[in-house]
C-alpha cells in the first residue's frame, strides 16, 4: 500500500501563498493520478484538484481555478499543490489522495492545515 | 458542474438496523459513484467504487446500488464501529464533486 505523508500547511494571512507537499512512498508513483481534498473545520469533503500519472493533464474546482496549480516531482515521489491569493475560505484540512483507474481515491494523507487569517 | 445531493443529513439508527443512505447527482454519471467513511479526526476511507464494487477488506454488510442519477449505500446490520460520517462522490466528469455528507449517528 502506498504511504502519503502532506506537509507545508501553516497560518497565513489573507493574499499570502503556500505550498502544500505530498511524499509518496513506493516506486509506482507515476502509475497513477492523485488528487487534493480539502476539508473547512466541521464541513464536509471538497475536491480541489487533479494531476495525471504523466503530469500532463491538471484539473481544478471553480473555487481554486486560477489561484491554485497542482503538479508533481518523479524524482522525489512528490505531489505540490501551490497555492496564492488565499482567502479566508481555503482555510481546511488539505489531504492528497492516490487516484487509481478505477476512480475511488483509495490511500488518503492524514492531511495538513491551513489556516489563513490575519 | 454536477452537483450531488445525499440524504439524510442525520441518520439516528441503533446496532442491527438496517440503514440506506441515498445520493443523487444532478446529471447522469453513469456508474462512476464511490462512497467513503470518515470518522473524526482521520481521512476518510473508501468503500465502494463504480457505485457497487466493494473495496478489499471492506466488510460485505455494506453495499452500493445505482446508476444514473440515484445511487444508495446500505448497511444490512449496523455495528458499533459503523457510526461515522459517509460521503459519495462522483468522479464521471470534472470537477469532481462529493454529496454533503450524511452522519451516521448511535439513537
Known amino acids: 500500500e502506498v504511504q502519503l505523508l502532506e506537509s507545508g500547511g501553516g497560518l497565513v494571512q489573507p493574499g499570502g501563498s503556500l505550498r502544500l507537499s505530498c511524499a509518496a512512498s513506493g516506486p509506482t508513483f507515476s502509475s497513477y493520478a492523485m488528487s487534493w481534498v480539502r476539508q473547512a473545520p466541521g464541513k464536509g469533503l471538497e475536491w480541489v484538484s487533479a494531476?495525471?500519472?504523466?503530469?500532463?493533464?491538471?484539473y481544478y474546482a471553480d473555487s481554486v481555478k486560477g489561484r491554485f496549480t497542482i503538479s508533481r516531482d518523479y524524482s522525489k515521489n512528490t505531489l505540490y499543490l501551490q497555492m496564492i491569493s488565499l482567502r479566508a475560505e481555503d482555510s481546511a484540512v488539505y489531504y492528497c489522495?492516490?487516484?487509481?483507474?478505477?476512480?475511488?481515491?483509495?490511500?488518503w494523507g492524514q492531511g495538513t492545515l491551513v489556516t489563513v487569517s490575519s | 458542474d454536477i452537483q450531488m445531493t445525499q440524504s439524510p443529513s442525520t441518520l439516528s439508527a441503533s446496532v442491527g438496523d438496517r440503514v440506506t443512505i441515498t445520493c443523487r447527482a444532478s446529471q447522469s454519471i453513469v456508474g462512476w459513484l464511490a462512497w467513503y467513511q470518515q470518522k473524526p479526526g482521520k481521512a476518510p476511507k473508501v468503500l465502494i467504487h463504480?457505485?457497487?464494487s466493494l473495496e478489499s477488506g471492506v466488510p460485505s454488510r455494506f453495499s452500493g446500488s445505482g446508476s444514473g442519477t440515484e445511487f444508495t449505500l446500505t448497511i444490512s446490520s449496523l455495528q458499533p464501529d459503523d457510526f461515522a460520517t459517509y460521503y459519495c462522490r462522483q468522479y464521471d466528469s470534472y470537477p469532481y464533486t462529493f454529496g454533503q455528507g450524511t452522519k451516521l449517528e448511535i439513537k
Open positions: 489522495a492516490k487516484d487509481p483507474p478505477n476512480g475511488s481515491l483509495d490511500n
Open positions: 463504480k457505485a457497487s
Open positions: 494531476i495525471s500519472g504523466s503530469g500532463s493533464a491538471t
